[in-house]
């Protein structure tokens, strides 16, 4: 399952949408809270966190990420936000990548795609 983390939620379905027509099974959080909720009673079935940066409340996408390593120290996690690319090689977790936006579908997909198998491959992720 991937768990996706935005607060707009035009985008989120967009997302959604993508992920499940590739065949991905999708759980949608809209604020901070909801997700740390989510987490913490699904990380066992997470296979990747896509998490807006920011999501208008004092959990940020930086909070969630920890969070969901902190109990699962794998999980792949996909930043995006449209202004805090600066700020993540200082608050994110390790591994992450950074999604700019805007960005295309094809472009989430395909990196979730690649996350994915890397850690079913048992690869390391290298932060990029």
């Not at 959604?16 to 604020?31: C, F, I, P, Q, S």
């Not at 700019?100 to 690649?114: C, E, F, G, H, N």
Request: hydrophobic share 45%; proline share 5%; no cysteine.
């Amino acid at each position: 399952m991937i768990l996706v983390v935005e607060d707009e939620a035009m985008v989120a379905i967009l997302i959604e949408e993508a992920l499940t027509d590739a065949g991905y099974e999708v759980a949608l959080a809209y604020n901070g809270p909801a997700a740390m909720q989510s987490i913490d009673t699904q990380i066992d079935d997470m296979d990747a966190l896509i998490t807006d940066v920011r999501l208008g409340g004092p959990i940020t996408g930086w909070d969630v990420a920890k969070h969901a390593r902190e109990l699962s120290p794998e999980v792949p996690v996909i930043y995006a936000s449209g202004d805090s690319s600066g700020d993540w090689r200082r608050h994110g977790v390790e591994g992450s990548i950074m999604l700019t936006k805007p960005y295309s579908m094809d472009r989430i997909l395909a990196l979730v795609t690649q996350l994915v198998s890397s850690v079913q491959k048992q690869v390391p992720l290298a932060a990029s």
